[in-house]
């Protein structure tokens, strides 16, 4: 994807959204912020064993065996990844993206897929519609495990055909993208968006977060591992963050 000039850049990624299903903002993450956020993230999966709210072969986000772990309500983890749900670098064009009135929908989960692994997902969509933010941990490239959409599928009122599909693989679609970019990079799409994992067939994994959001009235049709914790709901102080969260003054 063509870099947005600075100039023109909320536009143009509200454009692409519409249009396309999705775009990204490289940079978002500041580089310091970047080493914390993965340094913790290696140290819970190391450990995830013993993290209560991990869960190998997830089954809403990975296919049985694909290796992948995703680690749920990392905001309640630690406070380097609730900075992610601010982040002056995307809040506003989620905010622009949402008529002003972003909620969260649910805590953010972190997914890893492992090396040399097959895609992990088939074509789908998520429904909702909801925004999603792709946190880019590692370099992105087509060959490391990559999202790919199908760009302007959103408008469609079908989901993926099952033939998209095929032996437990999804199936290279005419016209579909690789949602590639650099580690830091904030990627974002309508999760009517078709889409789907490809295979890692490098030697690292591929690292991610994920954040959703909505506006405030829409209902989260999720899972209740995905949601923060009444606990950790009520100790929100901030003003702004309690808005996020849906909170009431
Ligand atoms: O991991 C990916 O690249 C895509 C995951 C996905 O499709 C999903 O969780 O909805």
């Not at 490239?141 to 599928?153: K, Y």
């Not at 991610?208 to 100790?235: C, N």
């Amino acid at each position: 994807m063509e870099p947005v000039p600075e100039v023109h850049a909320t536009a143009l990624h509200l454009k692409r959204l519409e249009f396309t299903g999705y775009t990204l903002v490289p940079r978002a993450i500041p580089p310091t912020h970047l080493v914390r956020v993965r340094e913790r993230l290696d140290e819970l999966f190391r450990d995830h064993a013993n993290v209560p709210t991990a869960v190998e072969d997830y089954r809403r986000t990975s296919l049985p065996g694909s290796g992948s772990i995703d680690i749920n309500r990392l905001f309640e983890l630690d406070p380097v990844f609730e900075d992610l749900m601010d982040l002056p670098t995307v809040l506003p064009l989620v905010q622009a993206a949402l008529g002003h009135d972003a909620t969260l929908c649910c805590d953010a989960t972190d997914n890893y897929r492992a090396p040399h692994s097959r895609a992990a997902t088939l074509w789908h969509r998520d429904g909702g519609p909801y925004l999603r933010l792709t946190y880019f941990l590692d370099d992105i490239a087509e060959h490391n495990g990559a999202t790919a959409f199908l760009p302007a599928s959103h408008l469609s009122t079908e989901p993926p055909p099952p033939w998209a599909n095929h032996d437990g693989q999804p199936r290279l679609l005419p016209g579909m993208v690789h949602a590639t970019g650099p580690a830091g990079a904030c990627l974002l799409n309508n999760t009517n968006l078709w889409h789907t994992n490809t295979p890692n067939d490098s030697d690292q994994p591929r690292r991610v977060i994920w954040l959703l959001f909505k506006p405030s009235q829409v209902e989260f049709a999720g899972h209740d591992e995905m949601k923060s914790t009444p606990a950790y709901l009520a100790r929100q102080t901030d003003s702004g963050r309690r808005a996020l969260m849906g909170l009431v003054d």
